[in-house]
């Protein structure tokens, strides 16, 4: 059975308190929320409530070196339309570079509006694969255009991250619920998995940012 963790809270990846033992060959990091939805009743048909927003969520790992530093910030690339794109390929895995260039980390794509139920963006690691020049990966959650849009966590409900071993056995999960304390909040590192004594630990964070784009978290983590 999956362990629920609170906020800080630190379990072993490879192998439960109750010794049952985890594939971590390939290792699915699932992220999902819900939006709350908008008042109901007059007020809320007369300002067009009810109707539940989009909300674009991106999901983004961060892969550091024994200095919590990402190494390389990839390459800048001309996108067809002539647009400039930086952090290609480098070790930022997110929406406008998918896979890593190692071939064991990716993003399986871009949900825009967290509807459904289970996760609703997955990054994949293949932890026993990934060199040992990567010590840690940060998992952050950002809002797409939030500031603009002026949406955040506190409108956000039942977001959670979890961890699912190479044979669907969910290890590990944890929940936040949109409250007062994220208003405002567009960003937020939600975990990190980190090597420890020959195994991999999941640490559980939800540490809140006010700002939407994840390059400014970046900043703390680049030389």
């Known amino acids: ?116 139920d289970g996760d609703d963006e997955q990054i994949i690691v293949k932890l026993d694969s990934l060199s040992e020049k990567y010590q840690k990966i940060l998992f952050v959650v950002s809002i797409y255009q939030g500031r603009q849009n002026n949406q955040h966590f506190g409108m956000v409900d039942n977001a959670f991250i979890r961890a699912v071993d190479a044979k669907g056995k969910e290890i590990v999960k944890f929940s936040l619920s949109g409250d007062s304390t994220y208003n405002g909040m567009c960003s937020m590192v939600f975990s990190e998995v980190y090597r420890k004594d020959g195994s991999w630990k999941f640490r559980a964070i939800g540490e809140p940012y006010q700002t939407d784009s994840f390059v400014e978290i970046l900043k703390k983590y680049t030389y």
């Open 1 to 116: 059975m999956a362990i629920n963790l609170v906020k800080g809270q630190t379990i072993d990846l490879r192998k439960s308190d109750k010794g049952e033992s985890y594939d971590l060959s390939t290792v699915t990091i699932g992220l999902g929320w819900d939006v709350r939805q908008k008042q109901s009743g007059f007020l809320g048909k007369l300002f067009g409530g009810g109707k539940e927003e989009e909300y674009d969520l991106d999901a983004i790992a961060f892969l550091l070196d024994s200095n919590d530093k990402v190494a390389d910030l990839g390459r800048t690339v001309q996108t067809q339309n002539g647009r400039q794109m930086g952090l290609y390929q480098g070790d930022i895995v997110f929406f406008n570079s998918l896979k890593h260039p190692s071939g064991h980390i990716w993003l399986t794509g871009d949900n825009r509006t967290g509807a459904g």
